[in-house]
């Protein structure tokens, strides 16, 4: 603490926030400084240049970035048929909540094009043929082609109802987000609230983690619950849980955009 916070005020630096958290069960410390640009009189490749040296001698290593709020994050934003979280985050991005350039929506479905469309952003249609191994695996190379080309920081599945292949999961790791309908571990899988209507549960939430190869089982970023009772319906509980997804996601991607997640394993540190 005291050997970054002394590497920022000797560079004229205004640390405008502070975050940190010491893992005593594996030993690992966690940080996040936030600081004035304006107040360094050298640019963010300078600084980076500059605090290698420091995270060298604190054996940081590669386990560290520094993220120039000045340039607005790109995202790719994946989606099937429902629409209740494209929608959200378009309304926060036309609001100006979320300051973002969506780079793309691409859908496995042409259900979402006008309301894209409608927003002035690109829409890109990728059918993913059921029952058609090759033609899923082409589908899927069509799609990390469109994604990668557009360089984003945040690659959000809003819905998006595919499973991502292994090497995509890899080649994305720490930049696909995936909105689950369920407070998971719980519920893991397809149809969750019928599940969660079967066994009689009293709250059901939805979980934003990030995309690992093991279904549903990533990082968890956000988490959020609603209550239900006994006389809520499944289309009752699917009604509520859109309302939960949209905040959770919206939530998760803003701290994944602004730098407050730090991975650590399968846990994270969210500041």
Not at 69 to 85: A, F, M, P, Q
Not at 115 to 134: K, S, Y
Not at 235 to 242: L, S
Request: aromatic fraction near 8%; glycine fraction near 8%; proline fraction near 4%.
């Amino acid at each position: 603490m005291a050997r970054i916070a002394s590497f920022l005020t000797e560079a004229g630096g205004w640390i405008v926030e502070a975050d940190y958290h010491s893992d005593p069960d594996t030993n690992w410390f966690f940080t996040r400084q936030e600081v004035r640009a304006d107040s360094l009189p050298f640019g963010v490749e300078e600084l980076r240049t500059r605090f290698a040296e420091v995270a060298r001698q604190l054996s940081a290593l590669s386990d560290w970035s520094i993220i120039d709020t000045g340039v607005k994050r790109r995202v790719v934003i994946l989606v099937s048929k429902e629409g209740h979280c494209l929608y959200d985050l378009l309304g926060r991005v036309h609001g100006g909540e979320l300051d973002v350039d969506v780079r793309a929506v691409i859908g496995n479905h042409t259900d979402l094009a006008d309301i894209t469309r409608a927003h002035g952003i690109p829409f890109h249609h990728v059918p993913f043929p059921p029952g058609d191994p090759e033609g899923k695996a082409a589908a899927f190379a069509q799609l990390s082609q469109l994604v990668d080309a557009a360089k984003p920081d945040a690659i959000v599945l809003a819905r998006f109802m595919q499973v991502l292949p292994a090497g995509l999961c890899a080649r994305w790791a720490g930049r696909a987000l995936n909105i689950h309908h369920s407070f998971l571990p719980s519920f893991v899988g397809a149809r969750p609230y019928h599940q969660a209507h079967k066994r009689g549960v009293k709250l059901i939430g939805a979980t934003c983690h990030y995309v690992t190869a093991e279904l549903d089982a990533g990082p968890i970023i956000e988490q959020n619950v609603i209550r239900v009772d006994h006389g809520d319906s499944v289309a009752d509980m699917v009604r509520k849980g859109r309302d939960i997804e949209k905040v959770v996601l919206a939530g998760g991607l803003r701290a994944h955009l602004q730098g407050r997640i730090l991975v650590h394993g399968n846990k994270t540190v969210v500041f």
